[in-house]
């Protein structure tokens, strides 16, 4: 699992963590996370290490909600969907694993541990997402701006990755539908719907 090992920042309370993690000593790591939140509003970074923690000493439930706060907080770090994504697969839900794995894929296209775990987890996913993903920044087709994810644009928030569905039907050598973009995503759509009641 990652927990931004080149990027340690000042809080103390990182740096204890980070530290039990190096030593093996999870249940150290949770309570220096735990003693911080229990004081201070958390970061995704919190979170992310927090759930780390809790995955290496097996409890893998409480893992996966740390994780998943992680994610909701900061969505363009491939390291969040990619913990979560091995913290499913231990858990038993490999269809959330390939999900989360496809994620961590779409934010950073060349990074292999998410790209192993993908194929470990299943190899069919691992194909059809390496034919779906486009490479680079991508021009979002509903406000026309240059963006550089490949969830949601980064101007209007519409969703750009092709719904699980069609990514399955990629999988299983069916032509992906097409589906309309969807209109008043993000700050702009609902900018745009207002101006339009007026």
């Not at 097409?178 to 759509?189: C, I, Q």
Request: hydrophobic share 40%.
């Amino acid at each position: 699992m990652s927990f931004y090992p080149d990027d340690l920042p000042d809080e103390p309370h990182i740096v204890r963590a980070r530290e039990f993690l190096r030593q093996k000593q999870p249940s150290e790591a949770v309570e220096a996370i735990r003693h911080r939140l229990a004081f201070a509003p958390g970061t995704a970074l919190d979170y992310e290490l927090l759930g780390v923690a809790l995955a290496q000493a097996g409890d893998n439930e409480h893992a996966i909600t740390a994780l998943e706060q992680a994610e909701k907080m900061n969505s363009h770090e491939a390291t969040i969907p990619y913990d979560l994504g091995l913290v499913y697969r231990r858990a038993g839900r490999a269809h959330d694993a390939i999900a989360a794995f496809q994620r961590a894929l779409v934010l950073r296209p060349d990074y292999e541990g998410a790209k192993r775990a993908l194929q470990a987890t299943d190899p069919k996913a691992a194909m059809a997402r390496s034919s779906a993903a486009p490479a680079g920044p991508i021009r979002c087709p509903h406000c026309g701006m240059e963006t550089r994810t490949h969830v949601d644009c980064e101007w209007c928030s519409h969703p750009l990755a092709p719904p699980p569905a069609a990514i399955a039907q990629v999988a299983h050598g069916q032509p992906a539908a097409a589906h309309p973009p969807a209109n008043g995503g993000g700050l702009f759509g609902r900018l745009a719907k207002k101006l339009h009641r007026s």
